[in-house]
T-cell receptor
Framework: DAGVIQSPRHEVTEMGQEVTLRCKLISGHNSLFWYRQTMMRGLELLIYFNNNVPIDDSGMPEDRFSAKMPNASFSTLKIQPSEPRDSAVYFC?????????????FGPGTRLTVL | QQQVKQSPQSLIVQKGGISIINCAYENTAFDYFPWYQQFPGKGPALLIAIRPDVSEKKEGRFTISFNKSAKQFSLHIMDSQPGDSATYFCAASKGMDSSYKLIFGSGTRLLVRP
């Protein structure tokens, strides 16, 4: 059974460029979480969706960040324009659904470097 | 009130020893307390979790001790092995009211020396 899939695994871009990170949920899961991990700030929740609907985006740093779930199994996190301070590892995680357990299953992450 | 405070920041233990990592929280509405393990280059993975209706949960060499009155919980790794070397995160959530949003501690980097 495939876990959460993220792409790309590594991304190096220049300041000002648009970056799109992708995430495929585990089949049957209906909650999706985007996290950012840095040495300074640890694991930060950016946004999460339940049944394709954004529930809480209070962790999104600023308007340069946007996230979508165009369907039940896929999500994108876009940064436009990117800045060096956005350099981090970005994780998505999925959860089965209400009443089916609290465990969040993390993907392998995308390491983003903005030069 | 949403924070989960974790200590120590790093820990070095000899093989066979006991590793202990502590977490404290303020929000009494939290009702789910997982520990996640993260190896370099990987995403965090659930290790063990507890709910406040029990004071201890054991799975193999890993035990969570939970003190509801003190609002503290800890992870004990018995007979620590070099393969346990990883970063450990505690977390807490409020269940359905917040769609299981996890609040993570700052992490503990564990090194088990052979």
């Amino acid at each position: 059974d495939a876990g959460v899939i993220q792409s790309p695994r590594h991304e190096v871009t220049e300041m000002g460029q648009e970056v799109t990170l992708r995430c495929k949920l585990i089949s049957g899961h209906n909650s999706l979480f985007w996290y950012r991990q840095t040495m300074m700030r640890g694991l930060e929740l950016l946004i999460y969706f339940n049944n394709n609907v954004p529930i809480d985006d209070s962790g999104m740093p600023e308007d340069r960040f946007s996230a979508k779930m165009p369907n039940a199994s896929f999500s994108t996190l876009k940064i436009q324009p990117s800045e060096p301070r956005d350099s981090a590892v970005y994780f998505c995680a999925s959860r089965p659904g209400d009443g089916l357990g609290d465990t969040q299953y993390f993907g392998p992450g995308t390491r983003l470097t903005v030069l | 009130q949403q924070q989960v405070k974790q200590s120590p920041q790093s820990l070095i233990v000899q093989k066979g020893g006991i590793s202990i990592i502590n977490c404290a929280y303020e929000n009494t509405a939290f009702d789910y307390f997982p520990w996640y393990q993260q190896f370099p280059g990987k995403g965090p993975a659930l290790l063990i979790a507890i709910r406040p209706d029990v004071s201890e949960k054991k799975e193999g060499r890993f035990t969570i001790s939970f003190n509801k009155s003190a609002k503290q919980f800890s992870l004990h790794i018995m007979d620590s092995q070099p393969g346990d070397s990883a970063t450990y995160f505690c977390a807490a959530s409020k269940g359905m009211d917040s769609s299981y949003k996890l609040i993570f501690g700052s992490g503990t980097r564990l090194l088990v020396r052979p």
